[in-house]
C-alpha cells in the first residue's frame, strides 16, 4: 500500500520561530514566546493549537538516552541503548519492508534513505539481548536483501530539536538549491 501525502496547513516564518523556541524549551510560556518574537500571548496560543491540531507541533518528554543508560548503575552501561538498522530492500518490496518494520514496536524512527530502496531504522532498545532479537526479526522479514546495525556507544551532540517545521515549498527549495 503506498503511503499517503498528508495534507498539512500553510506555515510561515512567525510559526517556525514559535516551534523553535518550543523544541529548545518545551515548557517556554506562551507569555514568554509572544514577548519574544513581538506578537500577543493569543496569537502564539493559536498558532500552537493549530500545528499541535494539524499533526505539525507534538510537545513531548525526551529521554537522554546517555543518562537513561547510566541512571542508577553507576555508569555501568545498563538501561536505554540505540541501534541504528540500514535494510536494502528486494526491488519492488520496499512498501512492504516499511510496514513490516513500523509494526515492530522497537523502531521508533523510520527514514526513507537516498540510495533506494533502502530505509534506515532507529531502534530504542533496553539491553543487548533485545537488539540482537530486534536484529533477528528484521532479518527474517520478507522483501529483505541486505541489513547492517550500528549500536550508539556514545552520544558525541545530540539535539531533539533537529526536526523543526517546515513547509512542502521549504523541502523542495533545499532539494534544489
Same mark, same amino acid.
Given at each position: ?12 516564518q512567525l510559526d517556525r ?16 514566546? $509572544?514577548?519574544?518574537? =513581538?506578537?500577543?500571548? !493569543?496569537?502564539?496560543?493559536?498558532? *500552537? ?5 494539524? /499533526?505539525? %507541533? ?12 547510566? $541512571?542508577?548503575?553507576? =555508569?555501568?552501561?545498563? !538501561?536505554?541503548?540505540?541501534?541504528? *538498522? ?5 526491488? /519492488?518490496? %520496499? ?15 523510520l527514514y526513507d534513505a ?7 531504522? *532507529? ?55
Amino acid at each position: 500500500m503506498p503511503m499517503e501525502t498528508p495534507e498539512y496547513p500553510t506555515t510561515d516564518q512567525l510559526d517556525r520561530d514559535i516551534a523553535l523556541m518550543l523544541a529548545q524549551d518545551a515548557r517556554l510560556s506562551f507569555r514568554k514566546i $509572544a514577548a519574544d518574537l =513581538g506578537v500577543t500571548e !493569543g496569537t502564539v496560543r493559536g498558532r *500552537v493549537k493549530r500545528l499541535q491540531g494539524a /499533526g505539525l %507541533l507534538k510537545l513531548v518528554p525526551i529521554i537522554d538516552i546517555d543518562r537513561a543508560r547510566d $541512571a542508577g548503575t553507576g =555508569g555501568q552501561g545498563s !538501561g536505554q541503548h540505540m541501534m541504528f *538498522v540500514t535494510v536494502r530492500c528486494a526491488s /519492488g518490496k %520496499l512498501n512492504h519492508v516499511r510496514e513490516a518494520l513500523l509494526a515492530i514496536p522497537q523502531v521508533s524512527a523510520l527514514y526513507d534513505a537516498n540510495a533506494t530502496p533502502r530505509l534506515v531504522a *532507529v531502534c530504542i532498545l533496553p539491553s543487548l539481548d533485545d537488539a540482537a532479537i530486534v536484529m533477528n526479526q528484521i532479518l527474517s522479514l520478507d522483501g529483505i536483501r541486505e541489513a547492517e546495525s550500528e549500536l550508539v556507544l556514545q552520544s558525541v551532540k545530540y539535539n531533539a530539536a533537529i526536526g523543526p517545521i517546515a513547509t512542502l515549498e521549504d523541502l523542495t527549495r533545499q532539494s534544489t538549491d
